[in-house]
T-cell receptor, first 119, second 111 residues
């Protein structure tokens, strides 16, 4: 497809289990972002990948969260030993231009998100 | 950490009414964007403002960037039910390495 694809769309897991969320960005987009959105709230930045540079992990809430981006394309967000407070919608976005290349006038293209529920 | 505060958090109005949503910060941003999000979908970009004092219009929507580039507003004229959604502002800092989102304004327009 032409847009950002995320899977699974819904994930229900038990507390303490590990989960993996996948993001397939728009082809050719060099930048990829993960955000977290609690019910009806704004977006909380998690991590940012730009090309082959080291990712900006400053938004990851704990060491239980990690993410990787293979081959500059698909990204996986992993949450280990899930807790109930991890329940949220995890949104992935991609962009053609990195933010810090110049004044940002580009556009983030978002996927539909992965809704995670931790029981 | 730069913070963006949006107000009001919730707004329920009748079709045809006008409304203004505000996005405020104590920090200066190099540019600012407004997105709209509908249930079950990701946010979609509405506009980007770059210059202090800039005003952009998108049909019935008018966006303004504050002179000091710390705040922005979104004004909707003659709101329609199709305007219902979550409106998010997002600021890009001067270092150009962080896109910070506000908490959002949830708008409901009743027919």
């Amino acid at each position: 497809g032409a847009g950002v694809s995320q899977s699974p769309s819904n994930k229900v897991t038990e507390k303490g289990k590990d989960v993996e969320l996948r993001c397939d960005p728009i082809s050719g987009h060099t930048a990829l972002y993960w955000y977290r959105q609690s019910l009806g709230q704004g977006l909380e930045f998690l991590i940012y990948f730009q090309g082959n540079s080291a990712p900006d992990k400053s938004g990851l809430p704990s060491d239980r969260f990690s993410a990787e981006r293979t081959g500059g394309s698909v990204s996986t967000l992993t949450i280990q030993r899930t807790q109930q407070e991890d329940s949220a919608v995890y949104l992935c976005a991609s962009s053609f231009l990195p933010i810090h290349d110049r004044v940002y006038t580009g556009e983030l293209f978002f996927g539909e998100g992965s809704r995670l529920t931790v029981l | 950490t730069q913070l963006l505060e949006q107000s009001p958090q919730f707004l329920s109005i009748q079709e045809g009414e006008n409304l203004t949503v505000y996005c405020n910060s104590s920090s200066v941003f190099s540019s600012l964007q407004w997105y709209r999000q509908e249930p079950g979908e990701g946010p979609v970009l509405l506009v980007t403002v770059v210059t202090g004092g800039e005003v952009k219009k998108l049909k019935r929507l008018t966006f303004q960037f504050g002179d000091a580039r710390k705040d922005s507003s979104l004004h909707i004229t003659a709101a329609q039910p199709g305007d219902t959604g979550l409106y998010l502002c997002a600021g890009i800092n001067n270092a150009g390495n962080m896109l910070t989102f506000g908490g959002g304004t949830r708008l409901m327009v009743k027919p």
